[in-house]
Nanobody
Framework: EVQLVESGGGLVQPGGSLRLSCAAS????????MSWVRQAPGKGLEWVSS????????WYADSVKGRFTISTDNAKNTLYLQMNSLKSEDTAVYYC????????????????WGQGTQVTVSS
């Protein structure tokens, strides 16, 4: 059974940093592309970043490029998101997700989601 447990969120001032973690279990973590997806209050799911199974390729939404860094620790089955220079518009619940070839980046088709971790950027 797939389990994704996000942590590391919190309240931070604009310009601050946070590091999110996603502990994965129930599948071969190192074999899958992983993504971070966020949902701001009153809005839909928004893709943030992805990393391929080997960790050699990463992709970022334009809104976070240059500020966020995605990484993995396959020995710990853990996905990370280092977030720097945070802005108020980064306020959202952040989720990690295991990539599905069937669903692709259509997040509405994914049926399993972890509990997410709340990130609030405010002075």
């Amino acid at each position: 059974e797939v389990q994704l447990v996000e942590s590391g969120g919190g309240l931070v001032q604009p310009g601050g940093s946070l590091r999110l973690s996603c502990a994965a279990s129930g599948f071969t973590f190192s074999s899958y592309r992983m993504s971070w997806v966020r949902q701001a209050p009153g809005k839909g799911l928004e893709w943030v970043s992805s990393i391929n199974s080997g960790g050699g390729s990463t992709w970022y939404a334009d809104s976070v490029k240059g500020r966020f860094t995605i990484s993995t620790d396959n020995a710990k089955n853990t996905l990370y998101l280092q977030m720097n220079s945070l802005k108020s518009e980064d306020t959202a619940v952040y989720y990690c997700q295991k990539y599905s070839v069937t669903y692709g980046y259509d997040w509405s088709r994914y049926t399993y989601w972890g509990q997410g971790t709340q990130v609030t950027v405010s002075s």
